[in-house]
């Protein structure tokens, strides 16, 4: 499976982590130490230290935990600060200009470091994760093609009645089976979003907690048919949803729906949380719709 844009951005900070602290190799890393230095879910910690294991910068240990395998020194060079701000600044343009219809479909690395103005190094990074979020692949020889994405008004509002068709009838799936781990996690994650993290991440990280949220709720329908298609349509919907994004205390509000969903998840009360889905996805489209006025 594809490490999502959350994965990777956190194997970046573990990187960082190791780095900074000057851990040696052997050093134990522990998730709950982690996930509290972050501030984010054990979830994604675990998910980027597998990320991490595959990519031979850490090891599992004989006791299921992980241990630094390459210490500061066998690391790549940390990237300035001010790096990490303008490979996401250029992102977010590449994103506007890829909505606005000022970038052709097909396009180069050349070409693209000469408009954007950007190092080897930037660009690789930005179209790392453009192609790990699915909206652009790259073509035999050294070209790229952007991939499909909802443009227009009205294939935005198609794709959330799409959306109040299959997510509240997945939760009442006959093969429904609630992963409470999974769902545990993501519960945690709105948490701390509605504690006050909400103020501190970008528009490309919340839109990321909130799809993993409903997608790990449909995960749980065992229906491969639903699963997918939320996955096609999140991956369809990620651009436009940056200029639509909502006032963050509104934003804070449908954080607690979700928290809300979840708990009735772990009561086993599907068909409140059935309803309070159709209800919760009904006002964010009318929200996100209006936004986009």
């Known amino acids: 499976m594809e490490p999502t844009p959350l994965t990777r951005r956190i194997a970046t900070r573990i990187v960082e982590h190791i780095r900074g602290e000057q851990l040696p190799v052997g050093a134990r890393l522990v998730e709950r130490t982690l996930a509290a230095q972050l501030r984010v879910s054990r979830s994604p910690i675990r998910s980027a230290l597998r990320l991490l294991e595959q990519d031979g910068v850490?090891?599992?240990?004989?006791?299921?935990?992980?241990?630094?395998?390459?210490?500061?020194?066998?690391?790549p060079e940390a990237t300035a600060e001010e790096d990490t701000g303008t490979v996401e600044n250029m992102y977010l343009r590449i994103a506007a200009d890829r909505l606005d219809g000022n970038l052709p479909n097909r396009v180069t690395e050349s070409g693209l470091a000469r408009d954007y103005d950007l190092?080897?190094?930037?660009?690789?990074?930005?179209?790392?994760?453009?192609?790990?979020?699915?909206?652009?692949?790259?073509?035999?020889?050294?070209?790229?093609?952007?991939?499909?994405?909802l443009t227009s008004q009205q294939s935005y509002e198609d794709s959330y009645r799409f959306r109040l068709t299959i997510e509240p009838a997945a939760i009442l799936e006959p093969n429904f089976a609630l992963d409470r781990e999974a769902i545990l996690e993501v519960r945690d994650q709105q948490q701390r979003l509605a504690d006050g993290d909400i103020w501190h991440i970008g528009n490309a990280e919340l839109f990321d907690l909130n799809s993993t949220f409903h997608e790990t709720v449909m995960q749980c329908s065992?229906?491969?048919?639903?699963?997918?298609?939320?996955?096609?349509?999140?991956?369809?919907r990620r651009l436009v949803e940056y200029r639509r994004s909502l006032p963050?205390?509104?934003?804070?509000?449908?954080?607690?729906e979700h928290i809300a969903i979840a708990d009735l998840l772990l009561e086993d009360r599907r068909e409140e949380a059935t309803e309070l889905m159709r209800t919760h996805l009904s006002t964010v489209s009318a929200e996100k719709v209006a936004v986009g006025e």
């Open 58 to 75: 850490v090891a599992v240990t004989g006791k299921g935990g992980y241990t630094v395998l390459r210490g500061p020194a066998e690391l």
């Open 248 to 256: 963050r205390d509104r934003a804070i509000i449908r954080c607690r």
């Open 119 to 149: 190092t080897p190094a930037q660009l690789s990074r930005i179209l790392q994760r453009i192609n790990a979020e699915g909206w652009i692949e790259r073509l035999p020889g050294y070209g790229w093609q952007f991939q499909p994405t």
């Open 222 to 236: 065992g229906n491969t048919f639903f699963i997918d298609s939320l996955h096609r349509i999140d991956r369809l």
